[in-house]
């Protein structure tokens, strides 16, 4: 959650565009397990199947990387979420 507090929330929590063009919110944990309009970002123990982690590995597409601008997740920022989704996307 600090990570994604830290680049994501900016945008991504009630009333930010990113929350208002597509559903994504990382304010809560349900939230971010609820994903977008579209469907679920989290697939838990499975990072590599997780659109969260390939949006912000820079895995995808750069019209689709988050977050949107320069800014990036550092390698650090980026083996915490892999980690956390292999370790089952637990509220913890
Ligand atoms: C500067 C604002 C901003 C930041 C910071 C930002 N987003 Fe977004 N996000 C947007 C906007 C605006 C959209 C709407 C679609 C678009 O413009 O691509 C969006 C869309 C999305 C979507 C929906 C998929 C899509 O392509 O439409 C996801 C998922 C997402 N963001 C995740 C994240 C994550 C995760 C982070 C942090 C690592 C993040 N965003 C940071 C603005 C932002």
């Known amino acids: 959650m ?3 507090d830290l680049h994501c929330k900016e945008c991504h929590k009630a009333g930010g565009t990113g929350t208002e ?3 994504f919110s ?7 397990m609820a994903g977008t309009t579209l469907g679920p970002m989290v697939v838990a123990g499975d990072p590599l199947s997780s659109n969260l ?3 912000v590995a820079r895995e995808v597409d750069k019209s689709i ?6 800014s990036t997740l550092s390698i ?3 083996a915490v979420i892999k980690t956390w989704i292999a370790e089952g996307a637990l509220n913890n």
């Open 2 to 4: 600090p990570v994604l």
């Open 21 to 23: 063009k597509s559903g």
């Open 26 to 32: 990382v304010e809560t944990y349900d939230s971010v």
């Open 53 to 55: 982690y390939r949006m």
């Open 65 to 70: 990387r988050m977050p949107h601008g320069e």
């Open 76 to 78: 650090e920022e980026r």
